[in-house]
Structures are given as structure tokens and as C-alpha cells.
């Protein structure tokens, strides 16, 4: 992947693990031809739902999440501060401190916010503000980005059958994970040295949250998922 083929993570943070809780873990992985489905779709959604986002927005929104498997809550907390475009970073601010910090982008991500953040029509709101805002030049919240995205679901057909777990944003993170980990069987590379550095970037403290992940690889991990279960037992 870019950032650690550039050897641009160069730390993995030592978080302070927060308690341990129970919840359901219910991944929806998109494949990557419902991906296009989604963006393909956008553009009649805003017209068709009066939405308080332009097409541009949400799209980029989306592929936000997508391409740095960051949490939709981030995403909607970044600034123009945030983004160093020279740099390729995004600076994460977090409500836990420790997970507070700065992660590479690839060229894809760079020129998506680039062109985000150049266009005319968010020029006129000002570069001090929140990076994704309404079509009003309020701050995107939640709620609105939720709404529109179970919307373009509809309009597009994708979802989960026979379970009341339908695909939400947050699991575009899941895709991320799951589409990096296939990517690196294509590439040879050892799930023992990328799933850390996949577990930094993605600001969890420990690898007990993939293991989910890694039982949604295809079957030819086997072998190595294996390895890996004998590292951490040691």
C-alpha cells in the first residue's frame, strides 16, 4: 500500500487500551462494483431528495472513508487544517489524545481533496472552516450524510439479505480493510508485518478487531492467518 511502501508510517502508536466491551460485528464488504453503483447514483439522489449536500460532497465524503479507512466521524471533524496537500497528510484529532495523529494519503486521495477543496464554489465559504459543508456552509453532520447515503442504497439496490444489519457508511471502513488485506495476497506480502501497520493507520490499539477480517479473506490466507494466530499466541 502507499504508505508503507513509502515507509511513510514509521511509528505505531502505543495506545492505552480503553476497556473491553461486547458489541455485534456485522461487516458489510462492499465490492468494489457496489462502490460504483453507490457514486454512479449520486448525483440523481441530491436532485431527486433536495439534498443539503452537492454531489461533489458527498461523493468525496464517501471516498473519504473508503480510501483511508478512516471512521465517518473523523471525516466529518476535518478542517482544511487538517490536510496538508504538499505533504500527502491528513492530520487526525481525536477525542482520545493517543490516537491523535498524522496519516499518509496516496495521489488518488490527494487529488480528490484537491480538487474538493480548489472548487469556486467552496471558495467562497473560506478555508478556516469545516472541510465538508452543506450547501448553506454549514458543517456536514451526521445525520445528513446518513440520510442520504440510506437513500442512494435504496435507489441502487444494494443491501444485505434476510438480516436486519443493512450496509451503513461506516462499513466502507470495513471495505477498506478487507480490499487491503486481498490487495497484499496480490502483492506476496506478509500479513505478520501489514496487519499492524494496518492497525496504526487505522488508529486501533491492538489486532483483536481484525480478526473478523481476516475471516472474511479469501481461503488461500489460510496458511497465513494460521502463522499469524502462532505469533500472537507466543
Known sequence: MYWFARRQLKHIPKATQKPATKTAFFPFVYSRSEI????????????????????ETLRTILLMVYGTGMRIGLVLGLSHSHVDLERKTIHIQSEYPQLSRDIPIGSDVARLLRRYMEDSRRATFGSGRALFLTVK???????????????????TGVSRLNSSYQPRIHDLRHSF?????TNWRNQDLSLEKMLPMLAAYMGNVNLEGFERYLELAPSSFQTQIGKLEMSKSQ
Do not use: N, T, W
Open 137 to 155: 456552509g454549514e458543517p456536514v453532520r451526521y445525520a445528513v450524510v446518513g440520510h442520504a447515503f440510506q437513500q442512494l442504497r435504496k435507489l
Open 177 to 181: 480493510a478487507v480490499h487491503s488485506i
Open 36 to 55: 460504483r453503483r453507490l457514486l454512479d447514483a449520486i448525483p440523481a439522489c441530491v436532485r431527486y431528495r433536495r439534498c443539503a449536500m452537492d454531489a
